[in-house]
């Protein structure tokens, strides 16, 4: 039995409240006195354990490290920080290499260490691939992208694909096919282009307006195509370096917080001191906390974790109770629930009978 001063509880905030579990998993829960001997107060918000849909690594690891043990170091890293599941996210490499990556990471997917494997690339466009090697963006070519379903066994769980790459229409079929969630990311599509790629099954924007052509008003591209689809969920890196607070704020109440799905983008400078790092083959400098290439425009993925995201989400709510408590289950909807039924993961993203045990504390 757990008890804490405030839970948010199957969609309700609860001061206090009380989960009573059994073998890790959520029997009931409730508000006031709880029915049996309390063994374990929390002193905090308890809301359900963060779900990180794009994350390159953590604490010091990348998850391209040949070693598993600084993979799971990394994903150690996070679930200290409250994440109930990481996606293991992968980018731009050489064709072998990246099957190498798939064939060493499926089987920590597999034994549910992670909830599956995100390939960001490498069927992206060259004019936006932001932090990803342009000598290694290729064509979606249907042989290469069955050999890696078939060494992932499963467990390559989201692709992130450019509309209007060679092959990308064909692509998105023959994953969604799979039960790959396609992403849209790193793109220079323009509206009708990314539309057709939602129409084809693409239902996930991966980390809006970074990494894509801008919104223009006589140009929309896929920003607008994104935002217009209410089949698609909108990925946003809130960590305040990528985007402005108020521009996640706005987008959270404009599209509805079940539409939009806080990542952290994160990579292996996540909870380390500024220093030279890498994401895959380029070269990362982290000076006062922000990760850029050698050129020192381009932002190269998050030092930030969920945990932060959800801090920064709900220090930008208008003042009052009501609005704290509204604030409070719009967070936990962004970074637990919206990105749990994006992986079909029911068990996780809320609290509720039947649900993981698996809280973050806030």
């Not at 990542?263 to 850029?292: I, K, N, Q, W």
């Amino acid at each position: 039995m757990v008890a804490a001063a405030r839970i948010v509880y199957d969609g309700a905030v609860l001061e206090p409240g009380w989960l009573r579990i059994v073998d890790g998993v959520i029997v009931d829960g409730g508000a006031q006195a709880p029915p049996a001997v309390v063994t374990e107060t929390v002193a905090g918000t308890v809301v359900p354990g963060f779900v990180d849909l794009h994350c390159h690594g953590g604490g010091g690891y990348e998850f391209t490290d040949p070693d598993l043990g600084h993979v799971r170091a990394a994903l150690d890293f996070h679930a200290a920080r409250g994440n109930a599941a990481t996606m293991l996210s992968l980018v731009t490499a050489p064709a072998g290499e990246l099957l190498d990556q798939v064939r060493r990471l499926a089987p920590l997917v597999a034994a549910g260490e992670a909830p599956g494997i995100h390939l960001e690339g490498p069927w992206l466009a060259r004019s936006r691939c932001g932090a990803q090697d342009p000598r290694f963006i290729r064509a979606a070519d249907p042989a290469e992208i069955d050999t890696l379903l078939e060494a992932g066994g499963g467990a390559i769980a989201m692709a992130t694909i450019a509309p209007e790459a060679d092959g990308a229409l064909t692509a998105v079929d023959r994953l969604v096919a799979a039960g790959v969630v396609v992403a849209i990311g790193h793109t220079d599509a323009d509206y009708d282009q990314t539309r057709a790629a939602i129409d084809r099954g693409a239902t996930v924007a991966t980390h809006l307006f970074n990494g894509m052509r801008p919104f223009g008003h006589r140009d929309p591209g896929p920003v607008l195509a994104l935002l217009d689809d209410e089949r698609v969920t909108v990925e946003l890196i809130g960590d305040g370096v990528h985007l402005d607070p108020r521009v996640v704020s706005a987008l959270v109440a404009s599209a509805g917080a079940q539409r939009v799905a806080l990542v952290s983008d994160a990579m292996s400078a996540a909870g380390r001191p500024d220093g030279v790092y890498h994401l895959g083959s380029l070269e990362v400098t982290v000076a006062g906390g922000v990760a850029r290439l050698g050129d020192g425009a381009t932002i190269a993925g998050g030092t930030a974790v969920m945990a932060d995201l959800f801090a920064l989400l709900m220090a930008g709510r208008p003042a009052g109770r009501l609005a704290e408590s509204a604030a409070l289950q719009a967070a936990v909807v962004v970074t637990a629930t919206t990105p749990a039924r994006i992986l079909g993961r029911d068990e996780l993203g809320t609290l509720r009978p039947g649900s993981s045990a698996a809280f973050a504390v806030v």
